[in-house]
Every structure is written in C-alpha cells, then in structure tokens.
C-alpha cells in the first residue's frame, strides 16, 4: 500500500526539484526524503527517478506518479474529512478497507450512510487483505471489506455483497500483442494471477509474460493509461475507464474470473458488538446497494 507520507515526500522533491527542498519544506532530514522514495520505489516496483547525483530527474513512472498523486491524496483527504465529520458520543463502527474499494466503491457507500446518519460515530482504516484480517483478528475493526482472496478462516464470517471479476486491459488504439509486451500484475502468488496464467497457458500453449509486479491496481491502471503494457484488475477500478473508452477490455476466450467484494467479521465478536448492531446492518444495506 503506498504511504502517503512518503508520496507527498516524493511529490514536492519533483515539484521542487530537489530533495533538500522537499527536506527542508517537511522539516525532515534530506537522507528521510531518499529513504520515503525509495520505500515507493520498493512498493511500485518501480523505479520513479534516475538516481543521478546532485540532479533530480523524474522516470517515466515517476512522471506518471507526479500527475496521479495528487488525487490520491486529495481522494484520501476528502475521505478522512468525511469520516470526522461523523462526532456522535456513540461507540465508532470502526470498517477496514481496501485501497481500491476505499477509492472506487465506499465514497458512495459513506456519502448515502452519513446522510441518514450525520451523528453515528465511523471510521475508516485502510490497508491490504492481510493486514485487515490482522485488525479483524485484534479487534481493530468490526468489519473488513477486501476482494475475496481464497482464505477460508473458521473464525471469520464471509458475506459477499457485491459480484464482480477480473479484467485484462489495454488501451483502445492499436498496440502490440500481449505475448509481445506483457501483462502488469499485482503478485505472480496471488490466486487470480495463478489463475489468469493457467488459462491462458491451456488457451494460447504458452506462459503469460509478466511485464511487472506492482503491489497496487491503481498505479497499474495509471500505468496502462500511459501506454505501459496491459493490466489485470477487478473490474470495478477500471468500470468508468472501459465505459467512456479510455481503456478496452482485452477479451481471450476463458471463463471469467472471480474478483468477488466481501465483508469479514469475526464470529467470536459478533454477540459482543450487539450494541454496534444498528450501524452494521444499515451500513451492509449500503454496501449492496453499490
């Protein structure tokens, strides 16, 4: 997950045009802001600078991080604005999520919750699967909102409230093939990339080239906006895009993949949380309503 501490970091070094600016305007040493890049680097799997000395240039992934970053953390600050307006002496239902569904699918869900409920107490975290299983498991959150990943834990209670599937992408203009440029992937381990590279190995008798690992559908929208290869996404991070013809769903012949959205609660915790009762329900009413 990129740390937005660290994006604003990079952000203003490329603004500024250097990383002792960026030090200096943060109140940070120049070696935390080298540190704060390179820590996205590692997340992005990317490499967002030219590392030169005494000079600060921008990569082509770095170039398209300086024109999307902005709004991640204008997305992020709307989204804290919203959640502490909630200030009612109750009891905070406390929702884990997801990058994405925190970005594509909760700015709806909470904008119509907090209509009908100004005064309910609810706050947001935001993290990957594992990590929001790991809240879930401490009693860090009452409810864990991620993309279905496979893992079947008895103690956790799984409730699908929305279909969805995964989707491989690329710009609507001529490219080259995907066996010639590959295709831009979160994790090789992950369920739905195992999947993806099995059928397309029975489909076309050849092993999917991955062009890049990179631990975030959206940088790897952003970067497929750009011309980077194609993408593998759920649907929904790149719905608006294939609908207005910014991106063109890359169709092989193979039966859809599954990128179900769930909700996770612990079992142990649910007779506990009675008095959160109200809340859970009218928040799941959203969250299937879309």
Known sequence: MINLIHLRYFLDAARLGSLSSAASLHSVSQSAVSQAIRSLETTLNSQLTTHARNRFELTLAGARLVEVGPSLIEAAASLEKQISATSEDTQPLVIGATTSLASAVLPKVISRYRQRHPRWNLQLKIGNSEAIRSWLANGEIALGLI????????????????????????????????????????????????????????????????????????????????????????????????????????????????????????????????????????????????
């Open 147 to 290: 993309v279905d990943d496979g893992v079947n834990d008895p103690q956790v209670k799984k409730t699908l409230f929305k279909e969805n599937d995964f989707v491989l992408y690329g710009l609507p203009k001529a490219q080259p093939s995907l066996g010639d440029v590959g295709v831009l992937v979160t994790r090789r381990e992950r369920p739905e990339v195992k999947k993806l590279m099995r059928r397309y190995q029975a489909k076309k008798n050849q092993i999917l080239p991955i062009a890049m690992e990179v631990v975030s559908w959206e940088v790897i929208r952003s970067f497929v906006l750009s011309g980077i290869g194609y993408g593998f996404s759920p649907r929904y991070v790149v719905e608006k895009d294939l609908a207005t013809n910014k991106l063109k769903e890359l169709r092989l012949g193979f039966d859809p993949i599954a990128a179900n959205l769930v909700a996770l609660q612990m079992k142990s915790s649910m007779d506990a949380s009675k008095r959160m009762q109200p809340q859970l329900i009218e928040f799941f009413q959203e969250l299937e309503r879309g």
